[in-house]
């Protein structure tokens, strides 16, 4: 996967983000870009590139940092403890903004969405978040339409996921959208993602 990939994925990285808000979505388009004919270029970037501490401990080194990144056609935003303290984090959000005017598509896991509710990206729009940030979310912009029920919601150029696990299905419809449904189902076969819940 060489940097001139047209097809560019970005999973945002920070200090206090969700561990499979950030892993989950991570193995399964990691997988889809060792296996797709498309060639896409998936990478992990932080704030400067160095190294974040997820919510639960892990520590992470992205690829890049936001000034070296490059450009790309898909933005995941995860969501965690870390997400709160951005939404209050007024140059945080102007750069948001200014990824939204130069990336096709947005797409958020957990509370990422509340950080694109507060840059003002969700307005007027469906979008969902996790189950316990619901009433937050409709603080931040009373105006979104809070979607209470569905594992991801599907707004064209933004993509919203509930709590943490949906964000692997999330990136499993993003793979259907980016190249086929076809792909997508061999990408849950690769990972063994059953989600039949155990009890």
Do not use: N
Request: glycine fraction near 12%.
């Amino acid at each position: 996967m060489g940097t001139g990939s047209a097809l560019r994925v970005g999973i945002f990285v920070f200090d206090g983000a969700e561990e499979l808000d950030v892993v989950g979505p991570y193995e399964v388009l990691a997988w889809w870009a060792q296996h797709s004919p498309l060639h896409p270029e998936v990478v992990t970037f932080s704030r400067d590139g160095g190294g974040v501490r997820c919510a639960k401990g892990l520590s992470l080194v992205p690829d890049h940092s936001v000034d070296d990144v490059g450009p790309l056609h898909v933005l995941v935003y995860p969501g965690g403890r870390g997400a709160r303290a951005l939404v209050g984090d007024s140059s945080h959000l102007e750069w948001v903004r200014s990824v939204r005017a130069t990336t096709p598509l947005l797409a958020t896991v957990c509370t990422g969405a509340l950080v694109l509710a507060a840059a003002g990206l969700l307005a007027g729009r469906p979008a969902t978040t996790h189950w316990g940030a619901f009433d937050e979310l409709a603080r931040l912009d009373p105006s979104v339409l809070v979607d209470t029920e569905a594992r991801f919601v599907d707004d064209g150029d933004v993509i919203t996921s509930a709590g943490v696990s949906a964000g692997i299905d999330m990136a499993l419809h993003l793979v259907a959208r980016l190249e086929s449904v076809e792909m997508a189902r061999s990408v849950r076969r690769g990972i063994q993602y059953d989600p039949a819940p155990p009890v």
